[in-house]
Nanobody, 116 residues
Framework: QVQVVESGGGLVQAGGSLRLSCAASGRIFSIKVMGWYRQAPGKQREFVANIISGGSTNYADSVKGRFTISRDNAKNTVYLQMNSLKPEDTAVYYC??????????WGQGTQVTVSS
């Protein structure tokens, strides 16, 4: 069994910062990609950022320059530092883990609310 657990969401004013964490545990042997997605009310889930095992990163255009993704491979943990938050960043943020065998695991999500 594999567990993916996010934490760090909350309520913040526009311009503020939050740091999300996601830890994967259980029978998970080798992770290839860890990433973040988000889903706002009434909208489809969208890609935010990911980080590959070698360290390369990818970001959605909407968060480039404001969000930073990082990873602790030893702890199977990924972080998302979110700065200069905007009301349009309000969403439930989900962590996705992809193994080297291409199995995918999702967390339950953490709410981020940015007030104007």
């Amino acid at each position: 069994q594999v567990q993916v657990v996010e934490s760090g969401g909350g309520l913040v004013q526009a311009g503020g910062s939050l740091r999300l964490s996601c830890a994967a545990s259980g029978r998970i042997f080798s992770i290839k990609v860890m990433g973040w997605y988000r889903q706002a009310p009434g909208k489809q889930r969208e890609f935010v950022a990911n980080i590959i095992s070698g360290g390369s990163t990818n970001y959605a255009d909407s968060v480039k320059g404001r969000f930073t993704i990082s990873r602790d491979n030893a702890k199977n943990t990924v972080y998302l530092q979110m700065n200069s938050l905007k009301p349009e960043d309000t969403a439930v943020y989900y962590c996705k883990v992809v193994t080297i065998t291409s199995r995918e695991y999702w967390g339950q999500g953490t709410q981020v609310t940015v007030s104007s």
